[in-house]
């Protein structure tokens, strides 16, 4: 099995409102990622996770704050988001160790819509 | 510097046609090679990955991507292709060993199917 969840679907926030979006894998990967996707864009990387802790920041600004609660969980808390932050957010997941270990999972993404 | 190129931003094909899409990057080493899919909305599945070994790769869907080394090049093919392969393709490519986990995308080809 190679699949990513990742709730909710869509979500629409003003800007002055705090939301999270939840990924979840059951792959046994040691390694989660977010990435942003604006239209007819490649997915943009904003964080890594490996055992649970940061390893990549793409300087990605702090109205973005990610958790990774555990080896199976990656959360990303949103607050104070600007009109631009709207896009598709993608959650990937990756064992850790080279060789096939750094294929990369997909989930189908939550569509964010900022007012 | 890291690249990876996708010279095609969008190709129509009829349906029973053959297709060729086409990936160079530019990297210091051989890197992990990958093409993914995306369909409209959704996240990226993973099409096929080169790693080393056999430079033809096999992957779902029917479909094909050769490794060339002397081209920097690796390039998806598909036989004959079915209306539900429209969708957008990027070609991706990682470090050899674990460093970081981050893939470099390319911009991606929209793939249009004529009836």
């Known amino acids: 099995d190679t699949e990513v969840t990742q709730t909710p679907k869509h979500l629409v926030m003003g800007m002055t409102n705090k939301k999270s979006l939840k990924c979840e894998q059951h792959?046994?990967?040691?390694?989660m990622y977010w990435y942003k996707q604006k239209a007819k864009k490649p997915p943009e990387l904003m964080f890594v996770?490996?055992?649970?802790?940061?390893?990549i920041n793409e300087s990605v600004p702090s109205r973005f704050s990610p958790e990774c609660p555990n080896s199976s969980l990656l959360n990303l808390h949103l607050h104070a988001l600007q009109p631009e932050d709207s896009a598709l957010y993608l959650c990937?997941?990756?064992?850790?160790?080279?060789?096939?270990?750094?294929?990369?999972?997909f989930g189908p993404g939550t569509r964010l819509t900022v007012l | 510097a890291q690249s990876v190129t996708q010279p095609d931003i969008h190709i129509t094909v009829s349906e029973g046609a053959s297709l060729e899409l086409r990936c160079n990057y530019s990297y210091g080493a051989t890197p992990y090679l990958f093409w993914y899919v995306q369909s409209p909305g959704q996240g990226l599945q993973l099409l096929l990955k080169y790693f080393s070994g056999d430079t033809l790769v096999q992957g779902i869907k029917g479909f094909e991507a050769e490794f060339k080394r002397s081209q920097s090049s690796f390039n998806l093919r598909k036989p004959s292709v079915h209306w539900s392969d429209a969708a957008e393709y990027f070609c991706a490519v990682g470090p050899p060993y674990n460093q970081g986990g981050k893939l470099i995308f390319g911009q991606g080809t929209e793939l249009s199917v004529k009836p």
């Open positions: 792959m046994g990967h040691r390694a």
């Open positions: 990937a997941s990756s064992q850790v160790g080279g060789g096939t270990a750094d294929t990369q999972y």
């Open positions: 996770y490996s055992y649970e802790k940061l390893s």
